[in-house]
């Protein structure tokens, strides 16, 4: 080799280690922000939006989860209550909000399984908008009747209803078209074949109301709600829409083991973030959120609420909001619940 090629092929080696260097230097320059990011999150306060009104299950265990995020990331989360529109307008806020992780959203599935099914012009879509964290409780309702029914079983209130074809029943439920109460009742005629009526009242404290009083003849309801009515008599309870029997209640049977197998209605209290957030602060949320959930004391305190406690991960959430979803879909479409 002659002494010219020699110092070409140097030359080019030169390049090429400059390149490698400059390579490194923006390949870390693109990965420091990342990092930067993962380490000093969260610096400041986390908002946690509940779109529902204060004083609620969903703002109670926001409450919880914000005290217990605070203790173990040492700096505050703090909830924000934005009601209004079935649970859109603090939907929307989060949708639109920066993602950086200093806002959450903590909300029940409806607004994202139901609504936008019932709204045609819904402002986020729940699939692009939102990255799930995690499914934090679950939570059933229970099938109670006025007294005066002379029915003791889901058996015998179906047989009842049937014959009730001129005269159907009346159930309720509170909180607009589309709301748990009304979506459970008619997921379950569907299932069972029989007419019935329904009644919307403003909110569940009101369809209690109308049930003791005789207004109403039957409604799928929280149980917390309804239980001190069923223990002093007031209601009949015939059945529960989980797939187990549930703690505060065990004498409740389920709908499925009165005669409907596969009968499941849940629904789901989830926490997202918006689309876009750094996965190294949704990983760390995940982890944190799914931690706190495994106390003892935390999982006692949601039970006592009639909450069964979840704590999946961001991936499955995002699976069980798809499949609830489309369960929904079928539901409204075939009862043709419609906002007016």
Avoid: C
């Amino acid at each position: 080799m002659n002494k010219e090629a020699s110092m070409n092929g140097l030359v080019t080696l030169r390049r090429a280690s400059k390149l490698a260097v400059a390579a490194l230097a923006l390949s870390a320059g693109l990965l420091l922000p990342t990092l930067a990011v993962a380490q000093a999150y969260p610096s400041r306060a986390v908002k946690i939006i509940v779109p529902f009104p204060a004083g609620g299950p969903l703002d109670s265990t926001a409450r919880l989860l914000a005290d217990k995020l605070a203790a173990s990331t040492k700096q505050p989360f703090v909830v924000e209550n934005r009601p209004g529109g079935a649970g859109n307008v603090g939907t929307d806020a989060v949708a639109k909000a920066a993602a950086d992780g200093y806002t959450l959203l903590l909300v029940l599935d409806t607004p994202l399984t139901v609504n936008p099914w019932l709204y045609p012009k819904l402002s986020f879509d729940p699939a692009r908008d939102f990255t799930p964290i995690s499914t934090v409780a679950s939570f059933p309702l229970s099938l109670v009747v006025h007294p005066s029914l002379p029915v003791n079983s889901m058996a015998e209130f179906v047989a009842y209803a049937r014959t009730r074809k001129e005269k159907p029943l009346l159930y309720g439920s509170g909180g607009g078209p589309g709301n748990p109460g009304h979506l459970a009742m008619e997921y379950f005629r569907q299932q069972a074949d029989f007419e019935a009526v329904h009644v919307p009242y403003k909110g569940n404290s009101e369809v209690v109301m109308g049930l003791v009083g005789g207004q109403i003849e039957a409604g799928f309801l929280a149980t917390p709600g309804v239980l001190p009515s069923v223990r002093d008599g007031r209601l009949k309870a015939l059945a529960v829409s989980s797939p187990r029997r549930i703690s505060i209640a065990t004498e409740f049977p389920t709908v499925a083991e009165s005669g409907y197998p596969g009968f499941e209605v849940g629904f789901y209290q989830v926490m997202l973030a918006p689309a876009g957030v750094p996965e190294s602060v949704l990983t760390m949320l995940e982890r944190e959120l799914r931690e706190i959930l495994q106390s003892t004391e935390l999982q006692e305190r949601l039970r006592m609420q009639a909450l069964e406690p979840i704590a999946n991960t961001g991936a499955e959430t995002g699976v069980l909001l798809k499949r609830v979803g489309a369960q929904w879909q079928t539901v409204i479409r075939t009862a043709n619940i419609r906002i007016d």
